[in-house]
């Protein structure tokens, strides 16, 4: 059984940053792969960025550039780190966990398939980001 927390979200105006922090807990083994995705009212979850288990990163188009996923193994954090935000960016933001993921360029990431990939999730923390 995996536990993820997620924490660092807020409210920040367009331009601005934010980083996200997920302290995870529990089974290693269904941790091998990890992500971000997020969600807004009304719409599929999607991913944004995430390690699968071979420790590659994928980002979404729409943030290619601008957040960088990151973790801390000793610890057990993983971390999304978002630049130069947009009022399109806010959503609620969760943090998934996986035993076997696989990503490339090719995947889609607003899909089923892609998120089914993974198991555990967090409670997810809302961004707002006002213009």
Excluded: H
């Excluded at 331009?15 to 996200?20: A, V």
């Excluded at 993974?118 to 809302?126: H, Y």
């Amino acid at each position: 059984q995996v536990q993820l927390v997620e924490s660092g979200g807020g409210s920040v105006q367009a331009g601005g940053s934010l980083k996200l922090s997920c302290a995870a807990s529990g089974d290693r083994s269904s941790m091998l792969c990890m992500g971000w995705f997020r969600q807004v009212v009304g719409k599929e979850r999607e991913g944004v960025a995430t390690f699968d288990s071979d420790g590659e990163t994928t980002y979404s188009d729409s943030v290619k550039g601008r957040f960088t996923i990151s973790k801390d193994n000793a610890k057990n954090i993983l971390y999304l780190e978002m630049n130069n935000l947009k009022p399109e960016d806010t959503a609620t933001y969760y943090c998934a966990a996986g035993t076997l993921c696989y990503s490339d360029s090719d995947f889609d990431m607003t899909t089923t398939e892609f998120r089914g990939q993974f198991e555990s999730w967090g409670q997810g923390i809302p961004v707002t980001v006002s213009s």
